[in-house]
């Protein structure tokens, strides 16, 4: 099983990124799709999650109207877009997949990209 995440990048705050996750190996479509991210020196964080069909997301407070989760399973595919970032917003972006309880705890996912950066620069 792989994870593949991609698309970050430096921007400056207010700018915007499209991060994508190719899954390999499993069939998506089984199984809730996350995003978490981690700051240095800090504790990994829920961002978003999607259902197995797309037609149920959750976000974190703090990203609520400026994030946005989607998937695709014909590719196996879920992205996440990210407008109007801020400094706080920096970290690594990692792309889970699982079918554990609890949307927004890492320990319901039981497979994990290997990350993409996303810095902000004010």
């Known amino acids: 099983v792989q994870l593949q995440a991609s698309g970050g990048g430096l921007v400056q705050a207010g700018g915007s990124l499209r991060l994508s996750c190719v899954a390999s190996g499993l069939i998506s479509s089984l199984y809730r799709m996350g995003w978490f991210r981690q700051a240095p020196g800090k504790e990994r964080e829920f961002v978003a999650a999607i259902n197995r069909s797309g037609d149920d997301t959750d976000y974190a407070e703090s990203v609520k109207g400026r994030f946005t989760i989607s998937r695709d399973n014909a590719k196996n595919t879920v992205t996440l877009q990210v407008n109007s970032l801020k400094g706080d917003d920096t970290g690594i972006y990692y792309c889970?997949?699982?079918?554990?309880?609890?949307?927004?705890?890492?320990?319901?996912?039981?497979?994990w990209g290997q990350g993409t950066q996303v810095t902000v620069s004010s």
């Open positions: 889970a997949a699982g079918r554990g309880r609890g949307v927004p705890s890492p320990s319901a996912y039981s497979y």
